[in-house]
């Protein structure tokens, strides 16, 4: 029998706006069978493919799901649909990669949980930015004891695309983004990113959010995500989610943490932040310097790691694609996730520990959402409902 390789699998892309492309693109990289996407509209979906290159545009999912030489799908339509569209993909028997958050409510991820794990199918979440070299480097670095316990976990996520009244995306209507927004949005991928370095789950939270823009001007047309247009009509619309989150967190072996979350944060285009502090060591790392991560120590002189096959660990290397000094950036993230996820497709079954967000993952984040909500509507602290 020969070797099966990437190209033997056919992949299908709901979806084509910011991030749908960026799947095709990586996709592509990794030599996969691109065969179509799904859009909003058929006409809509016909423009895309030309746009991007694909050899068609299905007319429904229905049509996408009959297409037997789609072995998996990605959904990157907005959040409302990845509850729909991912319970569709399983019962038609494909694999799926769906982008964050799972679902818009926690009733919602615990069914696609389950759904998951009574299917054969490799399921995956895009929380891609684990997919950072550096960031599996420290995933493993903190399992290897290199900072000790970790005592103390860190950061931030900001934005500033959200800053202006005149700023507008589905994002921030409800029944499409979700009822958290920036938490949702963004926070998820810190809680995700956050729990994959310590080894830790956030146990409980007492969280704080604010709506600083409490009316926007919403264009009466769509927008597409970080576009800059700003010309039309629009209405005047009252936010009901937030701009901005503050949130303690506890650690189930004690360790504490906080994180700011914001999408009005001026300067800020997309700026994660995380520190892990244990009993003996330290690490720290920023998404807009992703090659590099500060390691600190008590007794000796502290360290910044350069991304570098030589240099990291095996967990890391195996996430990198160029050497040292090559800058890797978002899009080398999401071709290292797709790698990862399309050799458990080659081999029909997960890994024993995937290093990709499982959907047991996607749904811890959206009880911590749910927690986050509940404290800031209560004021107090508030434990994360269990899996
Ligand atoms: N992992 C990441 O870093 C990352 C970054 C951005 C967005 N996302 C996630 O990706 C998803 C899409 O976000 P975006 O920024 O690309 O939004 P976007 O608005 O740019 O794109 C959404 C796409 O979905 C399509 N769509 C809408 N309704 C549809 C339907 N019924 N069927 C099929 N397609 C439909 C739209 O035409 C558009 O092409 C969201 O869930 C978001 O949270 C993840």
Redesign the pocket.
Known sequence: MTEAHFSDVGAAV?????????HIENLRRLGVNVRG?????PA??EQ?AARIGLPRAYPS?EALLDDADVDVVH?????Q??FP?VKAILAAGRHVI????LAVTSEQSAELVELAAKSDRVSAV????RFYALNQHAHQMVRDGELGEPRLVTGHYFQDWLLLDTDW???LEPDK?GSLRAV??IG??WIDLTNFISGLRVQSVMADLSTFVKVRRQPRG?????SQERAGETVATDMATEDAALILLRYANGARGSVAVSQVSAGRKNSLQWEVDGTTSAAWWDSETPDHLFIGHRGRPNEILQRGAELMNETGIAAASLPGGHVEG?GD??HALFREVYRAVLAGRAPERPLYATFEDGHHEMLVGDAVARSAGQGSWVDVARA
């Not at 709901?14 to 960026?22: E, H, N």
């Not at 959904?75 to 959040?79: A, E, F, K, Y």
């Not at 769906?98 to 958050?101: F, G, R, S, T």
């Not at 895009?126 to 930015?129: A, H, K, R, S, V």
Request: net charge negative; aromatic share 12%.
């Open positions: 709901i979806g084509s706006g910011f991030i749908g492309t960026v996407l799904l859009g909003s509209d809509r979906g895309a999912l959904v990157t339509s907005p959040n649909l990845h569209q769906c982008e964050k958050p895009n929380f891609n930015i995306n589905w994002r983004g949702g949005d998820s991928h769509p927008v597409e995500t970080f978002f993230t999401f």
